[in-house]
């Protein structure tokens, strides 16, 4: 079997292609002139509108993520203040104690009257 040979190792760096003398020098010049003439669009006149509302459209973006955000993030606000709740819980702890107190007392008493055998 004969062994294959890569066909480019035979041309070596030889290039088989050659361009005429001054091609690339007027090439620019000839590719304008078949190029059509630019005509230029009349200007489009903006209206107020159109030139406010990427504005209006930002304010509004704005005003919608503030809503969200103080929507979601809103704590249930107590019914009452704190001072108040604290003052109520006090008075509370004062009319336990003084019941508390006047069970003893009686308890005190009923086991003086009933239970005392001196």
Known sequence: MSKKTNP???IG???PFKVPEGYFEGL???IMSQLPERTSDP??????????????YMAAMFA???LM???FTRVAK????????????????EDFYQYYEEQVAGNMYH????????
């Open 28 to 30: 620019t010049g000839q």
């Open 13 to 15: 760096n030889v290039h």
């Open 69 to 71: 955000v103080n929507l």
């Open 43 to 56: 200007q489009k006149v903006l209206s107020l509108w159109d030139r406010v509302k990427p504005w209006t």
């Open 8 to 10: 480019f190792d035979e």
């Open 78 to 93: 107590p019914s009452q203040d704190n001072s108040t709740i604290h003052l109520s819980s006090v008075a509370e702890m």
């Open 111 to 118: 086991e003086s009257v009933y239970l005392d055998f001196d």
């Open 64 to 66: 919608g993520i503030a």
